[in-house]
């Protein structure tokens, strides 16, 4: 059994905390919709959202446990590495693109901001240049000292550095071609001055977005929509809906025990809509709804009637061949 | 833009690399000179790349973004700057000069005529001109002399004190102006106004337009249409031969200098109180009406109001546009006054005070930033027309910035949150008015309705707002 918490870093609260029933072995954030990438022991690699309890979406990426996960920062290709493979999948189509196969588990892997993949296992690193396509041969292969295990690879943001963390330490080398050339001063700046930081830290905090909407398709989703008016309007609309339907009788509104999540609305300006198909028949849903009721309440009553006289032995009519 | 270049690269330590001793590798380099600035008196550089994968949540981003600058725009909304008090009796009228953006002259109930230096919030000069109220007062257009005219039927014209020509600046200088030139009246006069680019001024008294020139002793043209008294005038100040002002017959009437006639008259249901020329449309004129309304009207086509703009509670007393002529101001007998874009029907912002009574006159300044409103409590109050815009000469990056945040706004103003910040504040008084005539306005919708379904299809017509106001037109 595992666990997975969201901790609000500038407010410094508990945003939410999950059971996984697997246990965890790796995990990774997708940069484009904040989602949480876990690799279990059974192979799966399911994907989190502060806003479920369960995962969003799971895959079965491995025969055994998943060693480790890294994504493209496009969000669009996410590799795992298991016990004696590393595949590389489309995360829009959740498909497996291709897979490579290693003699030994890897340890660890990282993507670079131009693309290339660093796999590290034993005391080497491979990296590898368009992992989207089968390839024979890396691009580059280094080797730390002999006996020393790598633990941990990360690529340097904006230049052609790929980090290693090693058994002994830490070691530093150049992976030409690996670093983004043109940065965003708005997104990060390798020359960002002290006024710059504090500045930037006060930007991040005005921009910032609610939890609620981390969710797997960003694309339209903007903003929460406020819960007690979205409720009142609905509230509105039944009740308009029941007077249609029945004049004269007073209307009750139907109260959820549960709690209703916030929702989310779109970018374009489309409003939550009454069915009007829905309402032309209501009048007649509701009839036959009632009719329905009055149904099942003389079944229970002929069910009652029937008990009664069962023991007699009477004999049931057959049905005519 | 960083440039990847050659650089040696040794590996000497490992045994597997002893025959390679140098080899030559391509990497990214960048040349700080071309990232930093070179002085600390320089701006920052900025840097853009514009590809989305290092910009997620670009939308979620922005909208956040325009709640915030909706919030930060009532957080900074501080629109009253200062006054100019010195009045013994209501401030009646205002004029700016066309040229110099400080001064201002206002005419008091009192008859006393002071000018202003707005930047200062000094009296530069105050001296007594009327025997009763000073009902209009201009600069003329050369700009160093001034037309007033007052209830005790006398057009005076001063030229401007020369503590103010001088240069010298001293503090309420209380001076015995004599009128240059005088002309008097059959009856009391009730406005001025001066042709643009050129030495002619109009006085409007009892029910007879009079066109005069400086150098004539005796009215140049006389127009009149009607019995009814004029209250205002006004000259277009493009078609610079065409006048419009407002009468107590609920009428406005377009005169033609050049013609010597009057040309139509447009009858409403009440009295229309100001008039102003768009400065940019020469075409457009808005009036301030009695019932509350201010009407936008093309002078080519009386029969329907270009707009009604609707907001104000009770009648509107004096009006003005920007000299932008995409916004104008609007003073009403409900002490607040407001600020409609020229465009729209409803009113953009709201500005109350306290201390503020029935406003009688308000202006525009030179460069549009700020508005002077005249009122009955012997002050001219000074406002922004931006509420929360800062005024300093601004960064241009900041300029950038401001000018992102209202492109935001206008695209996010529909949306529920940010409407709800956006919703204004109104005084408690006027809110309930408001309650009150929404239900009045209902009941005789509902009525009108009522009567449309119950009798014959056609005889009860719809009624266009935009014209529902209009008596008649007559030429």
């Known amino acids: 059994m595992g666990q997975i918490k969201w901790l609000d870093t500038s407010v410094g609260n508990v945003v939410a905390t999950y059971d996984i029933r697997q246990v965890p072995t790796s995990m990774t954030q997708n940069p484009q919709n904040a989602i949480i990438h876990v690799g279990q022991t059974n192979g799966v690699c399911s994907l989190w959202s502060p806003n479920k309890g369960k995962p969003v979406a799971s895959l079965l990426v491995h025969n055994g446990k998943v060693n480790d996960i890294t994504i493209d920062r ?123 930081r504090r500045e930037a830290t006060v930007v991040e905090l005005l921009d910032k977005i609610p939890s609620e909407l981390i969710s797997l398709d960003t694309s339209n989703i903007i903003g929460l929509m406020d819960e007690k008016e979205a409720n009142q309007k609905k509230e509105a609309d039944e009740k308009n809906r029941f007077e249609a339907a029945n004049p004269g009788k007073a209307y009750q509104p139907h109260r959820n025990s549960k709690r209703g999540t916030p929702s989310k609305f779109a970018s374009t300006k489309q409003h939550m809509t009454v069915n009007k198909k829905r309402l032309e028949h209501e009048p007649e849903r509701i009839q036959l709804e009632k009719e329905l009721k009055q149904k099942k309440k003389k079944k229970k009553k002929k069910k009652k009637k029937k008990k009664k006289p069962a023991p007699k032995n009477n004999p049931q009519p057959t049905r005519p061949l | 833009v960083s440039t990847q270049s050659t650089g040696g690269v040794t590996r000497n330590n490992s045994a ?142 001063w030229d401007l004190p020369s503590s ?57 043209q006389t127009l009149t249409w009607g019995d009814d008294t004029l209250n205002t005038i006004r000259f277009n100040p493009i078609d610079t031969h065409i006048i419009a002002g407002t009468s107590e017959d609920r009428g406005i009437t377009l005169y033609d200098i050049r013609g010597n006639t009057p040309i139509k008259k447009l009858i409403m249901e009440m009295r229309s109180n100001s008039l102003s020329w768009n400065p940019m449309e020469a075409f457009n004129f808005t009036f301030g009406n009695e019932d509350h309304n201010a009407y936008t009207f093309d002078m080519r086509n009386l029969d329907t109001a270009k707009l009604v703009h609707t907001d104000h509670v009770s009648a509107i007393l004096a009006i003005d546009y920007s000299p932008t002529g995409q916004e104008f101001v609007t003073g009403s007998y409900d002490k607040t006054m407001r600020i409609f874009k020229s465009d729209q029907s409803r009113s953009r912002d ?88 929404t239900i009045i306005k209902q009941s005789q919708r509902r009525k009108k309705d009522n009567l449309r379904r119950h009798r014959r299809a056609g005889t009860v017509p719809i009624e266009k707002e935009k014209e529902k106001h209009i008596v008649k037109t007559v030429t």
Request: aromatic fraction near 10%.
């Open chain 1, 74 to 196: 496009s969000g669009n290709y996410m590799a795992t590495a298991g016990l004696d493979k590393i595949r590389i999948w489309d995360l829009r189509m959740y498909k497996r693109v291709c897979e490579h196969y290693y003699s030994v588990p890897i340890t660890t892997m990282c993507i670079s901001d131009s693309g290339i993949l660093a796999t590290g296992f034993k005391n080497v690193v491979e990296l590898w240049k368009g992992y989207n396509t089968q390839m024979k041969k890396p691009y580059m292969i280094h080797k730390e000292q002999h006996d020393s295990h790598l633990t941990k690879v990360a690529f340097c943001p904006y230049e052609d550095i790929l980090g290693i963390g090693h058994s002994f330490g830490f070691s530093s080398i150049i992976v030409p071609g690996s670093g983004e050339i043109n940065f965003d001063s708005n997104v990060a700046t390798p020359y960002q001055t002290v006024r710059q």
């Open chain 2, 16 to 157: 597997l690399y002893k025959n390679i001793k140098s080899m030559k590798v391509k990497v990214l380099n960048r040349d700080d000179s071309l990232f930093t600035r070179s002085r600390s008196t320089d701006i920052q550089k900025r840097f853009k790349n514009i590809q989305p994968e290092l910009h997620p949540f670009e939308k979620a981003r922005e909208y956040k973004r325009a709640l915030n600058s909706a919030k930060l725009e009532k957080v900074f909304a501080k629109p009253y700057i200062g006054d100019l008090s010195g009045h013994y009796d209501g401030v009646y009228c205002m004029a700016r000069h066309h040229t110099n953006l400080t001064w201002l002259l206002s005419g008091s109930c009192s008859g006393e005529i002071r000018m202003w230096d707005s930047s200062t919030r000094k009296c530069v000069a105050d001296w007594d001109s009327h025997n009763g109220f000073v009902r209009g007062i201009t600069y003329s257009w050369s700009g160093d002399r001034v037309y007033s005219c007052g209830s005790d039927k006398l057009i005076h014209l």
């Open chain 2, 164 to 220: 103010v020509t001088g240069i010298i600046r001293s503090d309420t200088v209380k001076t015995k102006l004599q009128p240059k030139t005088t002309w008097m009246t059959n009856n009391a006069l009730q406005a001025i106004d001066h042709q643009r680019k050129s030495s002619l001024f109009v006085t409007v008294s009892a029910n007879v337009v009079n066109v005069w020139d400086p150098e004539r002793s005796e009215a140049v």
């Open chain 2, 350 to 437: 709201l500005y109350h005070t306290k201390r503020m009574q029935r406003i009688f006159c308000v202006l525009y300044s030179g460069d549009s930033n700020y508005i002077f409103t005249g009122s009955d409590d012997t002050n001219i109050r000074i406002w922004k027309t931006n509420a929360s815009r800062n005024l300093c000469n601004n960064h241009p990056r900041q300029i950038e910035k401001t000018n992102y945040e209202t492109a935001l706004l206008d695209r996010y103003k529909d949306f529920p949150e940010i409407k709800s910040i956006k919703r204004r504040y109104v005084p408690h008084k006027i809110k309930k008015i408001n309650a009150t005539k």
